[in-house]
């Protein structure tokens, strides 16, 4: 059968075709203001007939998000805290700059309202009183009540009150789609589904018109847990995909570390603006439940991406101290890196990149790059510097998500993709300690690739927030959050027999002590339930190749250096396997 | 600069987060683990402060005393030490602090632990006039099993006080196992340049900030409500070239309360009015303060000498002392109104539990932006601590937790909203309230307006800006915090 996989970004749409003859087609087309016109125009770009699976990963939430795009949304509260999220934690944005503010609240005070009614940890203290409801007027209401992670009675008939009083509105209740403890989490959580809501129930009907149109299968789309939906679902509660295409990026680097014989890797995508990476254990994606997207904490499953505002188009500058600096600001896409010619002056890392001969004077693409523009730019400054610093930031994350979360990156693979990543990617596996470097054929559109195998996947949680012995029977898969009575961070420890002896052993690893004596809580059991995607054989690509460092080598979207003590060859998929000489 | 050295810089700034992570994330006590009142701090083997995680400013100038008083007993390598005592390099007693000898210097930690002992649950009493009115005093103090077993014996939730200090401990082990790495990895000598480098680098970027503001001397003078009076602060910036002094001569004399800190505490507050003012991007380095002299005369209510009680004085003075540099440097160049200019300290216990939080306000306009609204301002920066977290760990209930609509100034840029929070005891237990700007309102700026000075109520009753009281099961205790000024 043939599979199609397509993922919007910011700038390019990439099609991926794995056709019923096992043949492979990529396709980038520019990104069109109306993602679905991009969708079908990559798609024909891969020349599609007779698809059957079809899967989607896209920015529409995030975009509405970050652009507050969303609905006119109201917040309802229990009675004396519809102030929520206006309080946030009380935090300042920044310690040092006195009136420097959070982004404002999705929903403005004039649309939060409060329901008389109170559960405390024990159940219910002031009973519902509906006809406190006031009129609410917006497109969107999100509602969360306090404990209502725990008794979800209340906040469930204020859901279908409301869902009684304005048919056609979009209506999320906490409960139904984070509950875990914390209000303001839950709460934020809440308001960004509600939110997005109406927006994305748009673009995902528009977008499934078109499929029809083209011929080709209801798509799949692609969550943040990097496991695909059914459009219904995906409709249903559009948070749940807000980082969905950094996590199709994931899958696609689990798939092409497998193919190469590796269930432990580190997915190390550095495009334009930023970078993410993730690691890859047993074969499977680190998940999270807590992230902030655009400043507003989000409790759902997601792939434990570490972001760093750094990536190739990152402008590079010295401080009053004369430090080096990269990033956070970027030359985009317009102008770009000096290089490109097309106006920019400022340096950037790709700049630093072409000066250091690690990026051919004309890219595959054909565009030539303008190395006395480059040279400009870098005027007085040491490109090597640039650099070094730029890595010292990608090694800080490539840290974080394995050193300090008790993984030794020695026994990992990297797997180095995005325009940008196969340049860094020796020079970080040499700092780790990290014996192979994997660089994916299709290193420019391991996103759309990762969608073509991916699995369908639906989470669950259950909140507890109880001692664990009191707990009579738990799944047989899945995760349990755990943590001593008392304390407020869990350490997700697989469902096993014998949980609480693995618990007390996970935290002697992550903190050097355990407590036998102290009660342990089971704050939340995460479970999945998945459908694995189509099991395929990707054809040989590329001719084949044996390099030795320092070499570049142009792939499809991307460009590797291979640097002094690395060499490497292409395996029969095509992806380049760097190991250390 | 030499980037090699950078790049190890920015390694060394890594582990100090790392140790801050571990320690919020294995805690116990609300205040570490809900509201990070804590800091993690590598400092060299001349006791200069090289890096620090940053979640409290009023920890940020004060952990070199610390270090300073261990270094005096000359700890071996592997030798931990704990410390409270404000007249030995601490703070106030709730907040212990651990040293430990690191491959290249010392490792710090700082949290505020629930209770500390003495005779109120929470150890941050109202009334206290003497050190031993607050908890268990710590001099400077090998720390084993032996020594846990017998501290926390002394405090309430001895349980909960071990599971803090295990916690500080996981962080310490983790400094020394990452300096360790480090060493290995560039070679100790490198990785001592590059502390050296990061001291300087911070001292060159302030440096430079203070050569741009104007020379002269700069004076102002702002109070403190203790009981019926008001206790001033007096205080003289003087900017000269790349340095400032900050002298605080004609301040009151120390406070027969709790109003009194030590220099440690007055030194904090001044940097961070100062990095505020010069450079708020600097990494946190002792370097950065270099160019910053802090005076007081010994005995004053900003240098206070044992036994004074200092209980309010870290939470409470220290906003003042911001507030009243800030003021001097307004004479100078443009700065932004007054912020609530207190932590609303709040704390209820009895034996079986101590629960403490600090309420956030408004902050004051600046002249290009209104104040933001519900936030702790100056010297803290905590977390609330969310009503199903509290409600779920003590017998209390949030009956509500508002913006305070109205507190703020008004001004072409307004100040920040303040905060109303009602606690409700669902058993008996004992009240103690620290608070300030219950009398004197924020000021506004430039013609703005003030906000709305603060009230404290018992079941509906005034009670004083600093009070004790017990509480029975439904009795409800209701914070109003202040507005901040308003700008133009």
């Known amino acids: ?581 | 600069m030499n980037i090699e050295l950078q790049v190890i810089g920015s390694s060394l700034r890594s582990i100090t987060e790392e140790m801050g992570a571990v320690l919020i994330r294995s805690a116990f006590s609300a205040n570490i683990k809900e509201r990070r009142d804590c800091s993690t701090a590598l400092f060299d083997a001349r006791g200069r402060m090289i890096a620090q995680a940053e979640h409290i400013p009023v920890h940020l100038g004060a952990l070199p005393d610390a270090v300073a008083a261990v270094r005096g007993h000359d700890p071996a390598t592997d030798e931990i030490f704990i410390l409270n005592d404000p007249y030995a390099g601490g703070t106030h007693l709730p907040d212990i602090t651990l040293v430990s000898r690191t491959a290249l210097g010392f490792a710090a930690t700082r949290a505020h632990h629930a209770d500390v002992g003495g005779p109120v649950p929470g150890s941050l009493p109202a009334g206290s006039t003497t050190l031993e009115d607050e908890g268990v005093v710590i001099p400077p103090t090998r720390l084993d099993e032996g020594v846990i077993d017998s501290l926390v014996a002394q405090m309430r939730n001895p349980g909960e006080r071990r599971g803090d200090l295990r916690a500080q401990l996981a962080a310490h082990r983790l400094a020394t196992r990452r300096v360790d790495e480090l060493c290995a990895a560039r070679g100790r000598p490198l990785v001592e340049r590059a502390m050296d480098e990061l001291h300087d680098y911070a001292e060159r970027r302030v440096r430079a900030a203070i050569s741009k503001l104007p020379d002269g001397r700069f004076e102002a003078a702002d109070v403190l409500e203790a009981g019926e009076d008001d206790l001033v602060i007096r205080v003289a910036v003087e900017i000269r070239g790349e340095t400032i002094e900050i002298d605080f001569t004609g301040t009151a004399s120390q406070d027969t309360g709790n109003l009194n800190c030590p220099l440690a505490v007055t030194r904090s507050a001044c940097y961070f009015v100062v990095r505020c003012l010069t450079d708020p991007d600097v990494p946190a380095s002792g370097g950065a303060f270099a160019p910053v002299g802090v005076t007081a005369p010994t005995g004053c209510l900003v240098n206070a000498e044992a036994p004074a009680a200092v209980a309010a004085g870290n939470v409470e003075t220290s906003s003042r002392i911001a507030d009243v540099v800030l003021l001097a440097f307004g004479e100078a160049i443009d700065v932004p109104a007054q912020g609530q200019g207190t932590m609303n300290n709040v704390t209820l216990g009895n034996d079986r539990f101590t629960y403490y939080e600090t309420i956030g306000g408004g902050q004051g306009a600046c002249p290009d932006a209104h104040g933001p609204s519900a936030v702790h301002v100056a010297m803290s920066n905590t977390l609330s601590t969310p009503t199903e977290a509290l409600e779920l760990g003590y017998p209390l209930r949030v009956e509500r937790h508002a913006l305070r609509l109205g507190s703020a100034g008004r001004g072409r840029f307004r100040g920040g909203e303040g905060v109303v929070r009602e606690l409700r005891a669902l058993e008996a237990c004992r009240l103690s309230v620290l608070s300030e700007r219950r009398r004197h309102a924020p000021r506004g700026r430039a013609g703005g307006d003030q906000g709305e000075p603060g009230r404290n109520l018992l079941n509906g009753a005034e009670l004083p800006a600093k009070t004790t009281a017990e509480l029975g099961p439904g009795d409800v205790v209701r914070i109003e915090t202040p507005g901040g000024g308003g700008y133009g």
């Open chain 1, 1 to 581: 059968m043939a599979i199609l996989g397509v993922d919007v970004g910011g700038t390019f749409t990439d099609a991926v075709l794995l056709t019923a003859g096992n043949e492979l087609r990529t396709a980038k087309v520019p990104t069109a203001r109306r993602q679905e016109q991009s969708v079908v125009a990559a798609a024909r770009a891969v020349a599609v007939t007779g698809v059957e699976r079809f899967a989607h990963g896209t920015t529409v939430a995030t975009n509405a998000l970050l652009e507050r795009k969303g609905a006119k949304t109201a917040f309802v509260a229990t009675d004396g805290f519809e102030h929520l999220l206006h309080l946030r934690r009380q935090n300042r944005a920044q310690l040092y700059r006195p009136c420097a503010d959070h982004p404002s609240p999705l929903v403005p005070l004039e649309r939060c309202h409060g329901v008389r009614e109170r559960v405390d940890p024990d159940g219910v203290v002031v009973p519902l009183e509906l006809e406190s409801l006031p009129e609410i007027d917006a497109e969107a209401i999100a509602v969360c009540l306090l404990f209502s992670f725990r008794d979800p009675s209340h906040e469930r008939e204020v859901a279908d009150e409301l869902r009684r009083r304005l048919p056609g509105r979009r209506v999320v209740a906490s409960h139904e789609i984070a509950p875990e403890f914390r209000e303001y989490e839950r709460a934020s959580t809440t308001v960004i589904d509600a939110y997005l809501g109406p927006v994305a129930a748009r673009y995902l009907e528009q977008l499934g018109a078109a499929a029809r149109g083209a011929g080709l299968p209801e798509p799949l789309v692609m969550r943040s847990s990097g496991g695909v939906a059914t459009l219904a679902e995906a409709t249903a509660h559009p948070a749940l995909a807000l980082i969905s295409g950094p996590a199709a990026g994931v899958a696609g680097a689990r798939l092409l570390a497998r193919m190469a014989g590796f269930e432990k890797a580190i997915s190390f995508d550095m495009g334009g603006t930023s970078t993410d990476v993730c690691l890859i254990a047993g074969g499977r994606a680190e998940l999270t439940s807590e992230r902030e997207v655009g400043g507003f904490p989000l409790r759902l499953p997601m792939v434990d991406l570490h972001t760093v505002g750094a990536g190739g188009g990152s402008l590079v500058s010295v401080d009053p101290g004369g430090g080096v600096r990269v990033g956070p600001e970027s030359a985009g896409a317009d102008p770009g890196p000096a290089c490109y010619g097309r106006g920019g002056r400022r340096p950037t890392v790709t700049d630093a990149n072409l000066l250091l001969g690690r990026l051919p004077e004309r890219l595959a693409g054909g565009l030539e790059l303008d190395v006395a523009a480059a040279l400009r730019a870098f005027e007085g400054l040491d490109p090597a510097a640039a650099i070094e610093i730029v890595n010292a930031e990608m090694l800080r994350a490539l840290r974080v998500v394995s050193v300090e979360r008790g993984h030794d990156p020695r026994d990992f693979a990297l797997v180095a993709f995005g325009g940008a990543g196969p340049l860094h990617a020796c020079a970080l596996a040499d700092e780790l300690e990290i014996g192979t470097v994997l660089v994916p054929a299709a290193a420019g559109v391991l996103s759309a690739l990762g969608l073509v195998a991916s699995d369908e996947r639906r989470d669950r949680v259950v909140s507890h927030v109880r001692p664990l012995r009191e707990v009579d029977s738990l799944p047989r898969e899945g995760t349990a959050d755990l943590r001593y009575r008392g304390q407020s961070f869990e350490l997700s420890i697989p469902i096993q027999d014998g949980l609480e002896e693995a618990f007390h052993r996970a935290h002697e690893e992550r903190y050097g002590t355990s407590d036998r004596d102290r009660e342990v809580e089971l704050v939340a059991v995460r479970t999945a339930q998945t459908t694995p995607g189509p099991t395929i054989h990707l054809p040989p690509a590329g001719k084949p190749l044996h390099v030795g460092g320092p070499a570049v080598v142009e792939l499809d979207g991307a460009t590797c250096f291979v640097a002094p003590g690395w060499a490497g060859e292409r395996d029969g998929v095509g992806t380049l396997v760097l190991t250390r000489a």
